[in-house]
């Protein structure tokens, strides 16, 4: 784990502003320039990825810093749009919304009590098992959607 709650969202959030930068130049080449190479491919790939880790690191660094599920729902919908992750970010650090460490223990707060909390904890103790059932539900997730094809295709049917 990254030392702080803020650490990890702000490098996930600066990766995905990368990689849509990467895809947006990518659509650029294949679609104004006719480039056919596999720069399409590798920079979809690599922003869906990063895409679908963004949307998770918010969840659980929204739940992490008991955000109100308002603001870990903007945190996702704001990669949708190019750009908006990293400004968004800032927005959250200048507010303080990034304040905070990783909840790693019961603090006494009632809260803390849920199953949800008790979960993310458990999870949060284990960086290994957090990693590898990140990468494995990403695995799954990504092959399903290659699958299914282009999103240009889903319903066309």
Known sequence: MTTTPAALYRVVSLAEMVTWTFLVAAMIARYGFGYEGGLFFAAGLSHGIVFLVYGLTSIVVGLTLRWPVGRILVA?????????????????????????????????????ARILDRFLRWWLRRPLVFFLTIVITMAVVITTLLSIGPPTEWGSN
């Open 76 to 112: 996702c919908v704001l990669a949708l749009p190019p750009w908006a992750t990293f400004p968004f970010d800032r927005w959250l650090e200048k507010r303080g919304y990034l304040e905070g460490e990783w909840r790693l223990d019961d603090s006494g707060d009632p809260r803390d």
